[in-house]
């Protein structure tokens, strides 16, 4: 019995929009013709980037609130030029896989039969119409930290993840971007497509394929084909592909079969992500590495010390909100040194010299504030930081996959550390306001109530006013409430002056401050003693 598979199509589908293509060969083309207009990385450079808010007025912001501002830096992307052709690579691939796959171009056979015929009367011509061995792919190499998955994932950003056709009866998934599991499973990560395919659609192709613990790796495999045919999958991203060197038998060699059969049989288009200890395997798999690399395998290290580091470290200090910015070109030789080029260890750093230099109450980036910052938060990753100072001394180590490992948590934990930074001076800060308010409302209460005014007036007074501005002073709030209270008066009793005024001439006349405000009308007079 075939399994019904359930469709609850989840929101956030878009219904395609159809522009016309850009070349003649994509005219007609629903694939196409229903994706944006495709931009150059030059083009898209001013929203490529995520840049965060920042405005002098900021710096004049409590030291907790600014140090919460350099939390900001988290989301913090930076477009550099050794970027762009990737970033041009994934919107060209997409259409590129889409070219040939075309749901609307159901003549092919009677095309064949007329190129055929046409042939036969002599007119010089290909029969069948010629069509790529494989899909457009490509693999993205480089080290933990240098922005892959985040250049990578930005650039599809661009595109939607699904479009709904209704017109033509099927919803299309233009991308999708999975982890190679940690053990290299094959069979893992065709479970994770099906079921990130669910998540997407509102399907239930996971379910239909079987027990996960049952299930064969080829039913899978062609459950997959099916539905990718189906969806009309435009480019299959897979991150952290040094994770098949983990496989175990032959795990390796049918993740790689998989991923060229992907290209070469249904014309997906396949990205892989990794780091450089993917790159001797995808070097001994020729064909693999033909295949998945047909345009080209991109390798990314880390920045050079060059003008593309003066440029990316003179863009980042823009985001000072210490109140003495600095020059970070100043600074370059320190912070190249402590971060060696690497694009997240420069914006951790940067992060951390700043809280550090909030909370010292220095305010100020110095050369020696960022080497004790790295020397105290940097521990984790110093022995990579090491090897990379000396290549040649220690370069089996920079792909020996503990290393790799030990180097990915230690960034993962550093970022870990800005926000703990931040939140604990937070928690201490709002800690001494609450104790600063509870001390500054009990002095305003004494000195009210030593003027005789009566406590549950003042008490009354007293919570509002500090309930609605939390960091008022005691002074502050004597004046506020005695001003109120004389603008409370009336006729004669205005005319007398002020509280204070009261006040000090009944002190002058010898009479109580509570007999005075008593007989003003503010107080209610005391009880005499039987």
Request: net charge neutral; hydrophobic share 40%.
């Given at each position: ?8 199509l ?22 196409i ?26 710096r ?22 050794s ?20 749901p ?17 009367e ?78 997407l ?32 999958l ?74 593309e ?75 990579m ?23 990915i ?122």
């Amino acid at each position: 019995m075939t399994r019904q598979v359930k469709t609850l199509l989840p929101l956030g589908v878009p219904k395609a929009i159809y522009r016309p293509a850009d070349l003649p060969e994509h005219a007609g083309n629903p694939l196409i013709e229903a994706l944006p207009q495709f931009h150059q990385a030059t083009e898209l450079f001013e929203v490529f980037g995520r840049f965060p808010k920042i405005s002098d007025d900021e710096r004049n912001f409590s030291p907790s609130t600014r140090m919460l501002a350099v939390l900001r830096l988290n989301d913090y992307l930076e477009p550099l030029p050794s970027q762009f052709d990737v970033i041009d690579k994934i919107g060209l691939i997409v259409r590129a896989g889409y070219a040939h796959r075309n749901p609307l171009k159901k003549g092919y056979a009677k095309e064949i039969i007329k190129f055929y015929r046409e042939s036969m009367e002599g007119k010089i011509q290909p029969i069948y119409m010629s069509k790529p061995s494989t899909a457009p792919s490509f693999a993205l190499i480089g080290d933990s930290g240098v922005g892959k998955s985040t250049v990578i994932e930005r650039a599809l950003s661009f595109l939607p993840v699904t479009i709904l056709h209704e017109k033509h009866h099927f919803i299309q998934v233009v991308w999708m971007k999975l982890e190679c599991p940690q053990d290299g499973s094959l069979k893992q990560l065709l479970l994770d497509l099906l079921s990130k395919l669910d998540s997407l659609l509102g399907t239930s192709y996971c379910q239909s394929s079987g027990n996960a613990r049952n299930i064969t790796i080829d039913r899978l495999i062609l459950d997959v084909a099916k539905y990718s045919v189906m969806h009309h999958l435009g480019v299959l991203v897979i991150d952290e592909i040094q994770n098949l060197l983990d496989a175990n038998g032959i795990g390796q060699e049918k993740m790689l079969n998989f991923f060229v059969t992907f290209a070469n049989e249904l014309k997906v288009p396949v990205v892989v992500v990794g780091t450089p200890r993917a790159l001797g395997m995808l070097n001994t798999t020729l064909r693999a590495a033909r295949r998945i690399g047909d345009h080209g395998t991109y390798l990314w290290g880390r920045l050079p010390c060059d003008d593309e580091w003066s440029y990316f470290l003179g863009e980042l200090e823009k985001y000072q909100w210490t109140l003495h910015p600095v020059q970070l070109t100043e600074l370059s030789s320190v912070f190249y040194e402590q971060t060696q080029g690497i694009h997240a260890l420069i914006v951790k750093l940067f992060q951390l010299s700043q809280l550090q230099a909030i909370r010292d109450g220095s305010e100020r980036i110095t050369e020696e504030l960022i080497k004790d910052v790295a020397n105290d938060k940097f521990k984790l990753v110093a022995p990579m930081l090491d090897a990379l100072r000396n290549p040649k001394k220690n370069g089996k180590k920079l792909v020996d996959k503990i290393f790799q490992d030990l180097f990915i948590d230690g960034i993962n934990k550093i970022g870990i550390d800005v926000e703990r930074e931040v939140k604990l001076v937070t928690l201490k800060e709002q800690a001494l306001i609450k104790k600063q308010m509870s001390f500054e409302r009990v002095r305003a209460i004494s000195t009210l109530m030593s003027i005789g005014i009566d406590q549950d007036i003042i008490q009354q007074a007293v919570t509002s006013l500090f309930d609605a501005q939390p960091t008022m002073t005691c002074n502050y709030a004597v004046k506020t409430i005695l001003k109120s209270f004389n603008e409370s008066l009336t006729g004669s009793q205005i005319s007398t002056g002020n509280l204070m005024e009261i006040v000090k001439t009944a002190a002058a006349s010898g009479i109580s401050p509570d007999t005075a405000l008593a007989e003003a009308g503010l107080v209610t007079p005391a009880k005499q003693e039987s």
